[in-house]
T-cell receptor, first 115, second 112 residues
Framework: EAGVAQSPRYKIIEKRQSVAFWCNPI?????LYWYQQILGQGPKLLIQ????????DSQLPKDRFSAERLKGVDSTLKIQPAKLEDSAVYLC?????????????FGEGSRLTVL | DAKTTQPPSMDCAEGRAANLPCNHS???????VYWYRQIHSQGPQYIIH???NNETNEMASLIITEDRKSSTLILPHATLRDTAVYYC?????????????FGTGTKLQVIP
């Protein structure tokens, strides 16, 4: 079974530039998560989709971050314009979500460096 | 608000059991306890989860106290590859969807 795919693995940009990350979840997984992980910290949830609808984006900085999940499958996360503090690993995860097997499957992440 | 409390770091000798504690004193009745680990430069990996009963799988055992206010993850024979950050998470139905909030975790160092 293929895992969660993310790209690019690494991206270096200058502040005020824009960047986009792509995620392809495990086939059939209805729930998709984007997390931001700053060095030395635990992952912080940015946005959560159930199929193609947003169920939680309370911690997404909406003035610069946006995300979409077209057709309830792939998802993109965009940052425009980037700030220095956006340097982090962006993790995508997916899950089936039922009460017995609600584990999240994570991709390897996209590491962003903002100069 | 991660709602779980873990020690920031622990050491364990290779071959010995690693016992990682977690406090979740305000856990609600429908919330499960999940454990994940994150090896350097990788995404978190699911280990085990439980509701009330103790659980065991090929990776670890999970011991949940009777009052469900705390739990312990046990790695029975730690190896150097078990060096990682371990996250204890409460997760359950949050208005029709699963909410998963990570804390800062416990950094486990397995020593040769």
């Amino acid at each position: 079974e293929a895992g969660v795919a993310q790209s690019p693995r690494y991206k270096i940009i200058e502040k005020r530039q824009s960047v986009a990350f792509w995620c392809n979840p495990i086939s059939g997984h209805a729930t998709l998560y984007w997390y931001q992980q700053i060095l030395g910290q635990g992952p912080k949830l940015l946005i959560q989709f159930q199929n193609n609808g947003v169920v939680d984006d309370s911690q997404l900085p909406k003035d610069r971050f946006s995300a979409e999940r077209l057709k309830g499958v792939d998802s993109t996360l965009k940052i425009q314009p980037a700030k220095l503090e956006d340097s982090a690993v962006y993790l995508c995860a997916s899950s089936l979500w039922d009460s017995l097997t609600g584990e999240l499957f994570f991709g390897e992440g996209s590491r962003l460096t903002v100069l | 608000d991660a709602k779980t409390t873990q020690p920031p770091s622990m050491d364990c000798a290779e071959g010995r059991a690693a016992n990682l504690p977690c406090n979740h004193s305000t856990i609600s009745g429908n919330e499960y306890v999940y454990w994940y680990r994150q090896i350097h430069s990788q995404g978190p990996q699911y280990i085990i989860h439980g509701l009330k009963n103790n659980e065991t799988n090929e990776m670890a055992s999970l011991i949940i106290t009777e009052d469900r206010k705390s739990s312990t993850l046990i790695l029975p024979h730690a190896t150097l590859r078990d060096t990682a950050v371990y996250y204890c998470i409460r997760s359950g139905d949050s208005g029709g969807y699963q909410k998963v909030t990570f804390g800062t975790g416990t950094k486990l160092q397995v020593i040769p």
